[in-house]
């Protein structure tokens, strides 16, 4: 959950670091993004967070 958060980008970046897809969230209170991974195949990933201009990526391995 993120607080008093005002934009909130979610990219879903391929292993070599194409962008898939992204979400835009504009908020200001608590929210939780939710990530629908059902038309993705199965592999490696990564997700990057942006929230008002600072950043983190984390690997998502997805096995179905």
Known sequence: ELTETKDIKVQMLSVTGRLI??????????????????????????????IDGQQTTQKLILTK
Not at 22 to 48: A, F, H, M, W
């Open 21 to 50: 897809d992204q979400k835009t969230y504009i908020r200001g209170d608590r929210i939780n993004v939710p990530l629908d991974l059902s038309i993705y195949e199965s592999g490696i990933y990564y997700i990057r967070l942006i």
